[in-house]
């Protein structure tokens, strides 16, 4: 499952100073010396304000996502319980990325906008991190990139190589300044990647929002980071062209980088029979990332990422009543043991906000949502 109304991630801070132009062509230069992908073309810049910034994310979403998509997924998030009922998805998403936005580029357009009005505080080094997609554009084709997935959790295993890379790329040229590198230096990975959530106090829209939302929005940041940070000190700089010629096809490849390397599959899942009566409106992937959440949103947090390693494969299917309109959701889920399985039963078992049914078969939990 994918949170799909983030095609980006505006990353905050950069100050919008007048020289900032003349600081990415150099820029661009030192990613290529890191990375060994030449620079091919000079990349297009411009000032936004923050009133275009919002209209430029509120046309963004209208071209990409139908009403109809967005009234499945609004529907699918909450049958899960990870939104509540009166969360306004559209909305609330202009209104999170809107808030950290200080710099992006736009790889539809080619183009790298920097926020006018963005504080003078934080360091020039986000600058690298939106250059880093600008360099890789240039040889993937980021925009096509993201679309090859063939399914919603090789999606989100997609950004994080993404927006992992280009985190790396950051924190990698910001340690340089001071004598030290990623590449030799596994204290500052480990430092780095403990950064994630420091300074979420100063934006009052992620630090509140649903944990599911937050943590789609974060996942690619922070997990994409080390996964990149593991394959770059296995393979080098060999290893920012391989992770997109050949990238994750999970989110459990992302969270466990051996998993990659090895090429481990999940188990093929096959979700019970929908009802006659109903039309399907969705199916998908439910990975380990959504597992993830599930057990951080209605478990124990400081558990979660050991507890969701256990899964192994998921599927999900939303339908709609033909005459009533009363949804579905149907979801199995697959752990590596029984003892795993039962956890996440009764982890099912505790969700109130909507009518469950939840039988487990061994390894399988089988679960089924109708709304009240």
Known sequence: MRFGLLAFL?????????DLFAEIDPAMKELATNTGLPMKSRVDRAFISKAKLKTFLET??????????????????????????????????????????????DYRKKKMFILESAPESTQRFVLTHELAHALADQHFNLGRFIRKGKSDDGATARLAVMEG????LMY????????QSLRTDP??????????????????????APVYIRESLLFPYSRGFVFNAQVIEKLGNSGFSQVFRRPPTTTQQIL????????????????????????????GTFG????????????????????????????????????????????????????????????????????RSVEQRAERVVVSVGMR
Request: hydrophobic content about 40%.
């Open 288 to 355: 380990e990332f959504d597992c993830l959440v599930m057990f951080k949103q209605f478990g124990d947090p400081a558990t979660s990422l050991d507890r969701a390693a256990h899964w192994r494969g998921g599927q999900f299917r939303v339908s709609e009543h033909k005459k009533t309109k009363e949804p579905l959701l149907q979801y199995t889920v697959v752990f590596k043991s029984a003892e795993a399985a039962v956890d996440f039963a009764a982890l099912q078992a505790h969700q109130k906000s909507e009518r």
């Open 172 to 179: 990698e040229i910001m340690g340089s300044k001071m004598g």
């Open 60 to 105: 963004r979403i209208k071209e990409t996502v139908s009403d109809e998509e967005l009234r499945v997924e609004t529907l699918t998030l909450r049958l899960f319980g990870f939104i509540p009922a009166d969360y306004d998805l559209k909305s609330s998403t202009v209104s999170l990325l809107t808030e950290q936005a200080a710099a992006f580029y």
């Open 187 to 208: 204290g500052l990975v480990k430092m780095m990647a403990n950064m994630g959530e420091s300074g979420l106090s100063q934006y009052p829209e992620l630090t509140n």
């Open 256 to 283: 466990h980088v051996e998993k990659y390397f090895d090429r481990v599959e999940p188990t093929p899942v096959v979700l019970e029979p929908t009802p006659k009566t109903h039309k399907v409106l969705v199916e």
């Open 165 to 168: 890379q280009a985190q790396w």
């Open 10 to 18: 505006l990353v905050p801070g950069l100050a919008a100073q007048t």
